[in-house]
C-alpha cells in the first residue's frame, strides 16, 4: 500500500513498498499537450542526471524505471542531512562535510548540476551522504552553473545550520578542491556570484 510522503508544486512522491514513485503533477494552465510533453522531458531528463551521478561514483537512488512523467526509484531509509546533521559528533561531521564536497565534485567533474544543493536533498545512510531530486538539475560544464551550485549549497547552510557553517563550508571545500581540477576557478566565480547579490539585494 502506497503513502503521500511529499507533496509539491512539481510532484507527489510516494513510498510504495520499498520503491519511491514520484509523480509529477499536471500543470492545469498549461495546453494538455504541452504538459505531458514538459512533464515527460523533465522526468527522462531527471532519470538521466541520476543515473550519470551513480555512473560518476555518487550515491544517488537507483532509478528502476521511467516512464511519462513517473519515476519509480530505490528507496533509501535513512535520515535528511538537514534534520540530524547538527546532533551528529564532530568526527561523524568531518566525514559528512568530507564526502559532500568529494561528491559534488564528482558531479561537476562529470558536467552534472544538481540545481538544489540543500541538506535536504540529503539522506545520510549508515556511512553514505545520498543525493537526491535532481528535478532542477541539468547538463553542464559551464563554470557559472557550477560555482552557482556551490553558492546554493552556502545558503543553505547559512540558512539551516548556521552554527556550523564555518567548519562545515571549510572542510566542504577543501574536499572539492582535493578532487576537482577545475575548483580554483568555480571558486573563484562563486565569489563574484555571492558579492554580485549582496550588492543586488542592498
Known sequence: MSRVIYQGAEAIIYLDSDMIVKDRVVKGYRLPE?????????T?????????????GVYVPRVFES???RLEMEYVNGEKLKN????LEKVRRDDVYKTI???????HANGII?????????????DCVYFIDFGLGKLSVKTEDQATDLYLLHEALKSTHLKLLKEAWDKILNAYKDNY???KEVITKMDKISKRRRYMGE
Open 44 to 56: 527522462r531528463s531527471e532519470k538521466r542526471l541520476l543515473d550519470r551521478a551513480r555512473r560518476s
Open 114 to 126: 544538481h540545481g538544489d544543493l540543500t541538506t535536504s536533498n540529503m539522506i545520510l545512510w549508515k
Open 67 to 69: 516512464r511519462d512523467s
Open 34 to 42: 504541452l504538459d505531458s510533453r514538459i512533464r515527460t522531458l523533465r
Open 84 to 87: 540530524c546533521l547538527d546532533g
Open 101 to 107: 564536497g568529494e561528491s559534488i565534485a564528482k558531479l
Open 181 to 183: 581540477t577545475n575548483s
